[in-house]
């Protein structure tokens, strides 16, 4: 064992060890649930099966609510990418003071998203801030129902995530070199042109980065739909948390948990594959 | 025509961040107004909000839990977060890109996944669910932020000094007291601030580990799912001004880190 730190590996071992055994061995404790039947210490002989992952496609009510996440997160996803690339262009190209304001807009980010959930139920009830506004403008004439429904989910999730979304794309904008599109325009380009032939594709980095930090969150949330939805807005995270707390079929749970964690695990390896690791750390703004 | 467009930017930029904070701004607002519910024109100032959070022993006991927690989950993994960061990076790893991969997964996984995977784990050891199990838990996910933290810092910070400095008669003591840990310390800082707000933050992996206890974000969920009182904007009042206080730590402590680098 070299006393020199720079040259001493076994320093990593302790880490790697906890991460083996509090976070790998876990995973794959749920793996052997989801490939069985019944609970592995009720001393019962271990029979294997893959029913767990077949009844998510057998039974319709299932297959909705997968299906209904899918797109939920989806929607998310496209919309904050929406909502995002005015801001995130702005802070990269048009100001200078971009640093402190990237600053500002994760403060709240730090506060717990679960504060953040409870200013939208506010906002949001029938007889929340909102249907009081537009019944003071007298914009409508009774109050809109917005809450407890997949529109009110949607806006928690958006309003939650979208500023994960900001910031790989205004790193990956940030690093557009502007003689680029001076060149294209001197070459006769339209502005439009250079910006989708230019800006636009080199910002697909941060695109996909940004899909990956929104994506997946949105998928696997529970405490926003737990909140701000209702019965028609019931989320994979929900029909999870079901399984364990109230129908007690953890082989089952193990499956859709496992089916949920293979999905983000293929996103992360895919996207590593393309752009290379530490894009997304980099990207992360930490 | 193109400050037309510069001006529409700016405009909307204003509106986003004006969308990112008026949430928040409600919540201050509805903390100190004095009618029960939460309707337009304001009724008045009170603090009877505050004193009744004051008077609420288990929004108390939450918050004592959550910074036990917080605390002791964040110490843990800034120390073995540290020494796996020079081993990994510094200690001729064949394909660290690959640990690195793995590593990153706590960060992009859903918390859920990982909750579920914990509680299924614990259940099956026989480890009782509580405030025991949930710091090894959060260790796992914060490990995961120290080490990104870690790892883009200390590939800028070279450890060749430590060597010359026992090569010039230093103890090993010495050398890792004077050289490694001022060279480090920041960005230890910075990591350990980090994982408690990841902590500090943490709702699902807590929610299915806790067992009967409670932490904050556990004790706010329970409010919301009643029905609402200004009670918990009170506590949202005071997270916020707690984070804020955090936040400024961390900015500072990368600022500290910024001028030991470059100097």
Redesign the interface.
Known sequence: MS??????????????L??LV??????S??LI?SITERS??SGEPVRFTVDNFIQVFQKKHYLVILLRSLRISLFTTVISIA??Y??A???AK?TKADRI?V???M??F??????????????LSD???LN?VLL?LRIIDEPVRIMYTQTSVLLGLV?TY??MMVLPLYASLLRIDDSLIEASLDLGASRARAFFDITFRLSLTGIFAGT??VF??A?????IPA?LGGTDSVMI?NM??NQ?NLVGN?NA??AF??S??VL??VL??FY?RIFG?ES???N?G? | MKTGR?IG??I??AL??L???T??I??FI?AWNSGE????PLQGFTWRWFMEFFRDRSAQKSIGNSLIIAISSATISTV??S??T???L????RRP?L????????????????G?????????V?LPSGIPVVI??H??IS?S?V???M??RIESIS??L??AA?DLGAS?SMS?KDI?LPNLMPAMVAGWL?AF?VS??E??VTY?LIGNNTT??IY??SQ??FG?SPK?NV??VL??LF??M??FIL?SARGLYRRVASG
């Open positions: 006393i020199i730190l720079k040259k001493n590996r076994n320093l990593a071992f302790p880490g790697l906890w991460f509090f976070f790998i061995l876990p995973l404790v749920i649930y592995l210490v909502f995002s005015p801001v262009y702005f802070l048009k304001l600053v500002i807009l403060v709240p730090w506060i717990n998203y679960l504060i953040r959930t409870f200013a939208w139920k506010l906002i007889n929340g801030i009081q003071g309003y979208t500023p990956l930090l997946i969150p998928l696997g949330s529970f405490a909140i995270g999870i948390e364990f953890w749970g193990s948990t496992l949920l964690a983000s695990i992360v390896l590593s690791l997304i750390y980099r992360r930490l | 510069a930017l700016r909307y930029t986003f961040f969308y990112i904070f949430p928040l409600l919540i509805f519910g939460y309707v337009f073995l977060a020494l796996l020079i081993g990994l510094k200690g001729k790893f890109e640990y690195i991969t793995f590593l990153m997964l706590p960060v992009l996984m859903p918390s859920l996944t990982i579920i995977a914990a509680l299924v784990f614990f259940r099956t026989n090894l838990a260790v796992s490990m932020y080490f990104l933290i790892m883009s450890l060749s430590q060597e026992l090993w890792v490694v980090f707000m500090w933050n709702f699902i299915f904050l974000p706010i969920f919301l799912r609402i918990v506590i949202s997270v916020t984070t804020l955090i936040i900015i």
